[in-house]
Structures are given as C-alpha cells and as structure tokens.
C-alpha cells in the first residue's frame, strides 16, 4: 500500500524547527505589542466573494491560485489566498471604528494559493501581517514599514533593501494608465500573451514583467510620477523624509506594483539583496478598501504582510 504523503507545496514542521517557529512568532508578539497593536484571529474560510471585491477578480491570485468551491448551501466559499480582506472585513462587520478612531491590528496564520510549488512559494504559506485603519498620515506609512523593517532585523535577517514607489490617487492612476496604454498599443504585438490581456484590463500590472523584452520596452515607458496630484507627491515625499530621519535606506523604484487591486498612494517592498527568492515582506496604503467592502463611508488604512517560511 502506497504511503500517503504531504500535497505538494505544504511541509510538515517537524519537532526539531518548531522551537525557530516559536522563537520567531514571540519576536513578533513582541515587536508588534510594543508598537501598539493587537492580534485579531479571523476564520481560515471566508465567503468568496470577499476576494473577489477585495482583492480583485482580474488578479492572478483570484482567477488562477484561489481554492474556491460551492458548499451544500450553493455559496461559494474560499480558502484565504491572504489576510487583509479578512481583517478588513472584520473590522467593519464589527464596528470596531467606534472603539477608537485608528485601530492598529496584527495576524499570524496560513494562507492558501494553489500556485506552482517553487523557491520562495507554497501552497499553504504562513504569514505576518499589521493593518493600521483610520489614519490618512504618511507617519502611519512609515510606523507600518519600521515595525516589519524591526522584525526582520530581529529575526536575524541582513542585507536587507526596501523599494518604495507610489501608485498615487484615482485620478492619477485613471491618467497614468491611459498614458501607459497610449504607450504600449503600437507595441503589443511585442508582448507576451499575458501582457497583452492585461493591457485590456489591468495595464498596470505589465510593470512587473519578468521578460526582459518588455523590460526594455518599459524603460522609455511615462513613469507615474508624472501624474501625482499635489497632495500625492507631498504624501509620498514626507514618507520618504521619516524613513530618512530614522535611517531606514530605500531605493524608490518607479516600475514597483502589487499584485493586489486594492492598493492606492504609497506601496513597498522588502528583499534580502542577491538571494534568489522575491520579496519577503510588501504593503502600502489602501484607501478605497473598505468602502468597497461595504464600509459607510471612506476610511483609510495601510498595511504590510511578511511571508514567514521565507525567515
């Protein structure tokens, strides 16, 4: 009789790393307690069309790598693929804006993306994450961005290198994809299939192509920051004084973007200079979440999550 083994893509924690486990969630406790924020458990399952609006139905992590069925009730039920939509969720389904204006939040816990196993990826992936709902300051930004910068560097991990970008207000994205659509059209039948579809409905996200025709093609791309309105750039530019103040080095890095919908203004990335795996910890700001997630009004927050399995 066969062995039944692990999917692929999950891992056993075996008693010999369970005390890093332990060692690394305490730092965590710690870290996060001490910058004022407070742990929230939300349910592994939530309703799927959570992500959907949430995260948005034209990503990767929605159509492709989301775990999602039909339960006996004929709702469709989803394995979270992160956590921020859950928070949020929480958060406005139990009022907790009216405990106190600014709510700074943190989770540990797995997620689920049935992405192709590989350096840096799993299937059920364990996560860190801070949501900080009610400020619109770019003092919040930098708070979030220090205290996972702290627990990287208490975690023992050197080396590391933070690269900010903005993707800016409505207005500006509304005009900087059209810019960038009038700047790629005559050149889409150099791009890959991929890029082709998400210049029909998220151009945006060929900023992260990995195929180096299309880096070259980018490189004479407009760049968002032609298109911030006032308040963005002083937004982003005090962001970028507080993290100077407090000596944390940054490369901006205009071709950055999420692979989530729901981020607007200031976003980041953490990576260990020359290791093979991508980014270990990202974030930014996302203002319009909540409302579009039946909010009653505009709230803003900003968040940061940390992938564990890659500490």
Not at 80 to 98: C, K, Y
Request: aromatic share 8%; hydrophobic share 35%.
């Amino acid at each position: 009789m066969d062995k039944i083994k692990t999917i692929k893509g999950t891992h056993d924690i075996l008693p010999e790393f369970s005390h890093n486990w332990q060692n690394l969630e305490k730092t965590i406790h710690d870290s996060a307690k001490l910058f004022g924020y407070k742990e929230i458990r939300t349910p592994i399952i939530e309703q799927a069309k959570l992500f959907n609006r949430g995260i948005g139905e034209g990503t990767d992590i929605v159509s492709k790598e989301m775990y999602s069925w039909l339960d006996k009730d004929d709702k469709a039920i989803a394995l979270r693929p992160e956590m921020t939509a859950s928070v949020v969720r929480s958060f406005i389904q139990h009022n907790l804006g009216s405990q106190t204006p600014l709510q700074r939040l943190y989770y540990m816990g797995p997620s689920f993306r049935r992405e192709r196993p590989q350096k840096g990826r799993q299937r059920q992936f364990h996560q860190f994450g801070v949501e900080a709902i009610g400020s619109n300051n770019p003092e919040q930004d930098a708070e979030v961005i220090i205290l996972a910068w702290d627990i990287l560097s208490k975690s023992g991990i050197n080396n590391l290198e933070l690269k900010l970008s903005s993707i800016g207000s409505d207005d500006c994205r509304n005009k900087y994809k059209n810019a960038l659509i009038k700047f790629l059209e005559p050149l889409k039948n150099k791009l890959t299939d991929v890029s082709r579809e998400r210049l029909k409905h998220n151009p945006l996200r060929i900023l992260d192509t990995k195929n180096e025709e299309e880096i070259n093609i980018l490189k004479g791309a407009p760049v968002i920051g032609e298109f911030y309105t006032n308040e963005d750039r002083e937004h982003f530019e005090n962001l970028q004084e507080y993290l100077s103040a407090i000596n944390i080095p940054f490369t901006l890095d205009p071709l950055l973007v999420r692979g989530l919908d729901y981020y607007t203004g200031a976003i980041f990335e953490v990576r260990v200079k020359d290791a093979p795996v991508g980014s270990i910890c990202g974030g930014g700001r996302y203002d319009d979440l909540l409302k579009s997630l039946g909010a009653k009004k505009k709230i803003p927050a900003v968040g940061a999550a940390i992938n564990l399995n890659n500490i």
